[in-house]
């Protein structure tokens, strides 16, 4: 039932509130002094400030001033008052409370420096005296720099007077407790609030001159209300059985002298690894931030502090043992509780699948081991948004919970739910807290509210608050606890406990929460109930009271940017992770089948190095210049030792080949290896030997080289591109001799041969037609899954004619040619005739005028993929003036279209029986990208090979698609899944700056429509979203796919695909992704669905290209065990990917094999190869056993991630 509130009740509390605080609170913003220069402290006198200017307040009521590091003094001189209107200040406590925006704040109390502050430390209240004496002067001067990248601004300056005494409370202390208490009553009880309005009428406002018998006068009011049990209790049993019943509303418990709902308090300082301060600076704001708890923690034992990041904790055991040591008391006694469950806090949408798995099990090992306990609490608070997949992880890792603040700060919708369960399409379900923001202090009112908030949300009355200090640092300050102690004495307040975060979420569980029968989801890929198929392990107990049920990915409406600001991080992220996922799996196939020595320390390190790049301030890009610089040199260590790793595994492994007899004296052995779970045909280049490519040398081509890694920046390049960058460069592993040859560069061919002896197409690419190395492309045909071919390079005889006749659109060229090269003459001969690529998937044409695809002819399916407008249009956008700017894209930077990209040539590069490469060059503002289009024989696939030399500030630049096809929802690439999210939600009926606003109750909109509305307002806020490998846009039994070898940023129309290329922002750092760049993408026409197609395998192929190894002639292989062409495994099913296959972590006998389903269907999983291994028991993430009905063939749920223990076959079991 609602009751009306009485208005007049309202005003007559509100202002007799307002009245209590002006008795000792007075507002000191507009009272400051200012001088926009830098002056030494010595001169900030009254002489001399007093002659200054007042300050002018802006619209917002803030001393505000101009960005850019400015420096600005404000100074005031307070002369303490016998009294505030009318009520005796004597011996009362006096201290300022600012809060401010500022670089650097340096506050000064009568010359003399007391505190500092800056971005993060943004709030104090500074003690100016702790007995007042009327008269007395106090110099406040405080001296500000302005942020870099916006204004400063100085928003509160509070005199407080406070009392001393514990049985005499201060006039504002009181307004506070009636403050808290009409909140309370207006959300619970409203129409107790005439009993609130008639006990504060009591009060003898005639006698505030007398501060004794004002202050009785107070006494009595708290008296009354406290024997109101109306009040105190907030309703009665009655009432409240009444409201239960017809609301379904869980009341709050009293007793009737306090409210009995809790505020449990957890100290926090929230430490960014790297964000506008370089890693070495973290370390040092660690240590200040926990001996400060730790000292704090003597005076108050109560005080709880969590921190997570093992990573943190790792490097404090090896450089303050003393210190790491403490902790792991303070854990034991239950003072200090390790949270996360991760390396670190790591970005989650960015990271593929194994990345997230490493965080969880090399985290958790870290505290197991060093602290003797699993964290049980998913601790996240600062990422960016969360993939969908996220619980599935976290349960398999031994985690309970899952807390974030993040989605608070959404710009659209509010998220709605505080406490509830979130599933991943698989089926598992973590339960979930929308916790308060962190970097809080103990302000009763604003804890009131929240706490107001939650109970209206969730129906749950307790909640938890996390003060202290963040960002950099800090925790919880002696003033904080001072509050909190205070407020825990007061009966009209919450009750105030320190706790743990496992504690608190555990209780909320056994306090009656299950899962719903109703879900709340926008996943559109069936995801299954839970299913029996799942181990009990994953789930979560079942008790009393609902909670809602959220089936979706927790998108941040905020910070979209971050999926593509500092590509070189995007690029080295996907290259490493690729590249370990490789080292691990060639080194334990060298082991098992070579006998080789796997080297586990040296991948474990590199591992952690790659995950603590992950952190949600360097991998998104939001950091500092020097943090990237430093970034930089971490993944070229993790590169380069898994890259050596990689190159010795495949050594071993091709020196246990067998080989058959050569088809030429001089022919040299290749072994391509398949680093992934099912047979492929593709392209391949080798690198001749007339001139083998020297490591790290400029002008090499990734396109061609694909027996190495590309290599990334070794830091952010300079302005103008000054200086030889590697991102233009090729690392390719040299012949390891120089084999007979008759003469130099393109004098002697040579051939390809299967093992077999059969002869191979092939195409020459030679140093004349580009800047890159002599290299030979054929079709490495049928290599096996997770397995290797031989093949044979020979030398050719006989010579290519000087001259050939370029082909007819009718006729491809290498109709008569099965080896050939061309002079750029004749190359140039064919821009005469025309701009088409074509193979047996497609004929592409591309626009003479402007570089864009004009069209792209599905030759299997007879169909136009593209729309008429064109495919591959580049479109920049203006994309400045947003605050957070290496974070945020501009909402309305599609109202900013900068003129098209401006074509300035275009040539063939290649064009024969293996591939096509047609290269446009097209100029954006100061930039230029150079882009080739490359179609090779046997695949459906157009790729993009791009390289751009960057120097835009403030742009924006997207590859568009418009596609003839019209779709109401796009698929993307998660890790370890696949999410659909609509191409044109609907427009709702509300305002995007109302959209948080709570609908409820609106005479005129109907729960069922409100739900709608907010669910609409969410799919409009996701114009930029994040993927992985690829998109897909499917309808009518026919779709296009767009894939990307480093990108993440998408967005999408019915009928358009766009993937997000650049960006440009200047703050933090002024040279993100000034420079050059280099990545591929690629378009991928199919019939029927995406998981019909196999795009999940598509994206895979392009970022793990298969493997070329080229051994030296002479070896007879008579000891060799292994044939000219294996497969050491094989998961039996077509829709299951690898995602790892490592030695056990606690037995170097046993195997890890983990992989997932891809396609959203249920598969069989069956071990094959000749791997020699075999399943004995299916763990979870961190290798711990689960049950398995059958160790050789399991079925695996849609969407589940899969980990078997396995050990080697004995050797008669082996094929």
């Known amino acids: 039932m609602n009751h009306p509130v009485t208005s007049s009740a309202t005003n007559q509390i509100s202002a007799s509130i307002a009245r209590l605080r002006q008795l000792t609170q007075v507002d000191t913003l507009a009272s400051w002094r200012y ?129 001393t005494t514990p049985d005499r409370l201060e006039p504002g202390f009181i307004a506070d407790e009636l403050d808290v208490l009409q909140r309370y009553l207006a959300a619970f009880n409203p129409k107790h609030l005439d009993i609130l309005a008639a006990a504060i009428s009591q009060i003898d406002w005639q006698v505030l001159e007398d501060r004794e018998l004002f202050d009785r006068s107070l006494t009595t009011l708290r008296q009354t209300l406290q024997s109101s049990k109306p009040v105190a209790g907030l309703w009665d049993k009655e009432e409240r059985e009444d409201k239960e019943d017809k609301e379904g509303f869980s009341c709050l418990p009293n007793t009737g002298d306090r409210i009995q709902s809790k505020i449990y308090l957890l100290g926090h300082a929230h430490l960014d690894m790297a964000w506008l301060w370089p890693v070495a600076e973290t370390w040092k704001a660690a240590q200040r931030t926990f001996e400060s708890v730790l000292n704090l923690q003597k005076d108050f034992p109560d005080l709880i502090f969590c921190h997570s990041t093992p990573a943190l904790y790792a490097w404090l055991e090896e450089h303050r043992p003393d ?17 996360g469950g991760m390396w670190i806090e790591p970005d989650l949408n960015l990271i593929d699948g194994e990345s997230i798995v490493r965080q969880i099990l090399y985290g958790q090992r870290y505290v197991q081991a060093k602290f003797n306990q699993l964290s049980t609490v998913a601790w996240v608070p600062d990422t960016f948004g969360f993939c969908a997949t996220l619980p599935q992880f976290l349960k398999q890792g031994g985690i309970e919970y899952f807390v974030t603040q993040k989605l608070a700060w959404n710009d659209t919708t509010k998220f709605p739910y505080g406490a509830f369960w979130w599933q991943s399409p698989d089926g598992t379900q973590i339960f979930s807290l929308m916790s308060a923001l962190i970097g809080e202090s103990i302000d009763p009112i604003k804890m009131a509210s929240y706490a107001v908030d939650w109970q209206l949300k969730t129906k749950l009355p307790d909640v938890l608050w996390l003060p202290g200090v963040g960002d950099h640092g800090g925790g919880p300050t002696r003033d904080m606890l001072e509050i909190a102690q205070r407020w825990q004495k007061s009966p009209f307040f919450p009750q105030l406990q320190f706790t743990t975060a496992a504690n608190y979420l555990s209780q909320l569980c056994r306090g009656g929460l299950h899962q719903p029968s109703i879900p709340s989801s926008t996943v559109d890929l069936n995801p299954p109930p839970v299913s029996d198929k799942n181990p009990s392990h994953y789930q979560l107990p079942i008790t009393n009271h609902p909670l809602p049920i959220w089936q979706d990915e927790l998108y941040l409406e905020f910070h979209r940017g971050c999926y593509t600001t500092h590509a070189d991080q995007k690029r080295w992220n996907r290259r490493c992770s690729g590249l370990l996922y490789q ?187 580009t800047t890159n190395p002599s290299a030979l492309l054929f079709i490495a045909p049928d290599i096996p899954s997770v397995g290797y071919r031989l093949f044979w390079l020979c030398p050719q005889n006989s010579h290519i004619p000087n001259s050939i006749n370029f082909p007819s659109e009718s006729e491809p060229i290498w109709a008569h040619l099965s080896h050939y090269e061309y002079s750029i003459a004749q190359k140039n001969e064919i821009a005469t005739k025309n701009w088409n690529l074509e193979n047996e998937f497609l004929r592409v044409t591309v626009d003479p005028e402007t570089g864009n695809l004009s069209s792209s002819f599905d030759k299997i399916h007879q169909r136009e993929i593209l729309d008429k407008t064109g495919g591959n249009q580049l479109q920049a956008f203006k994309d400045s003036g947003q605050y957070w700017d290496a974070w945020n894209i501009d909402p309305n930077y599609e109202q900013h279209p900068l003129p098209p990209a401006e074509l300035k040539s275009i040539e063939w590069i290649d064009y024969g029986p293996i591939e096509q490469r047609l290269r446009v060059v097209r100029q954006i503002g100061q930039s230029q990208f150079c882009q080739d289009y490359i179609l090779q024989t046997g695949s459906p696939v157009l790729k993009i090979a791009t390289k751009v030399d960057w120097q835009e500030r403030g742009v924006l630049v997207k590859a568009a698609f418009p596609l003839n096809l019209e779709a109401e929802s796009a698929t993307y690439e998660i890790a370890c899944g696949a999410i659909s999210r609509p191409t044109q939600p609907q427009k709702a009926d509300a305002k995007e700056e109302d959209a948080g606003t709570p609908r409820r109750g609106d005479a005129e909109m109907g729960e069922e429509d409100n739900a709608t509305c907010q669910r609409e307002l969410r799919e409009k806020a996701k114009w930029e979203v994040p993927a992985i490998g690829w998109a897909d846009l499917t309808t009518d039994k026919y779709g296009v796919s767009l894939l990307n070898d480093c990108k993440y940023g998408y967005d999408s129309k019915p009928n358009q695909l766009r993937l997000t290329l650049l960006r440009s922002p200047s703050w933090p750092d002024p040279e993100a992704d000034r420079g050059y760049h280099e990545f591929t993408y690629a378009i991928y026409p199919h019939g029927n669905s995406w998981q019909s197609a196999h795009t999940v395998r598509r994206g895979y192929e392009l970022n793990q290209p298969l493997q070329v190894r080229v051994m030296p002639p002479g070896r007879e292989g008579k000891e060799a065990s292994l044939p000219p062409v294996g497969c050491f495994l094989d998961l039996g099913a077509q829709n299951l990917i690898l995602m790892a296959l490592k030695q056990s972590e606690d037995n170097p006998q046993q195997w890890i094999l983990r992989c997932y389903e891809c396609h959203g269907a249920a598969a069989d999983l069956s071990l094959g190869g000749n791997g020699g291994l075999a399943i004995a028991q299916m763990v979870d993430l961190l290798e711990r056993a689960l049950p398995i009905p059958d160790p050789k063939t399991s079925q695996i749920s849609p969407w589940q991630i899969v980990s078997f223990q396995c050990q080697k076959k004995p050797a008669q079991e082996r094929e």
């Open 583 to 769: 080292a691990e799996l060639f080194s334990s196939l060298a082991t098992i089948a070579a006998g080789a020595t796997y080297p586990k320390a040296e991948l474990e390190d590199a591992w952690k190095k790659a995950l603590f790049n992950q952190f949600h301030d360097i991998l998104p890009g939001t950091s500092i210049t020097q943090v990237f610089v430093e970034a930089n040199q971490v993944w070229q260590e993790v590169e380069q030792v898994a890259t050596q790793i990689l190159a010795a595994s495949l050594d071993q492994i091709a020196t246990q080949i067998s080989l058959p007899p050569p088809p030429h004296p001089d022919a040299l052995p290749i072994i391509i290896f398949n680093p992934l779970n099912w047979q492929r045909s593709e392209v391949v280049a080798i690198p001749l030997p007339d001139s083998p490519p020297s490591p790290g040398g400029a002008g090499a081509d990734p396109i061609w080289s694909q027996v190495a890694p590309t290599p990334l920046p070794d830091s952010p390049p300079s302005p103008g591109g000054a200086g030889a960058d590697p991102i233009w460069s090729q690392v390719a592993i040299p012949l390891p001799y120089s084999p007979p040859c008759q003469g130099g560069a393109g004098g002697d061919l040579w051939q390809v041969f299967d093992h077999q002896g059969q002869p191979l197409v092939t195409q020459l690419r030679t140093a004349v037609l």
């Open 35 to 163: 001088c926009p220069a830098d002056l030494p402290v010595e001169e900030i006198t009254p002489s001399n400030f007093l002659n200054w200017s007042l300050v002018q307040l802006n619209p917002k009521g803030h001393i505000a001033w101009s960005g850019g590091c400015q420096v600005l003094w404000l100074a005031q001189q307070l002369v303490i008052p016998y009294a505030l209107q009318e009520y005796p200040l004597t011996n009362l406590c006096l201290r300022l409370a600012l809060t401010w925006w500022a670089e650097d704040v340096q506050i000064f109390i009568n010359g003399t420096f007391v505190q500092s502050g800056d971005l993060l430390d943004y709030f104090t209240r500074v003690l100016l005296s702790e007995s007042v004496t009327p008269g007395e002067e106090i110099i406040v001067a405080l001296r500000l720099v302005s942020p870099s990248h916006c204004d400063g601004a100085l928003m509160r300056s509070v005199c407080i007077y406070e009392s």
């Open 323 to 339: 210190l790491f040591a403490t902790i792991q008391n303070k854990v034991k006694s239950g003072q200090w509780e390790i949270v």
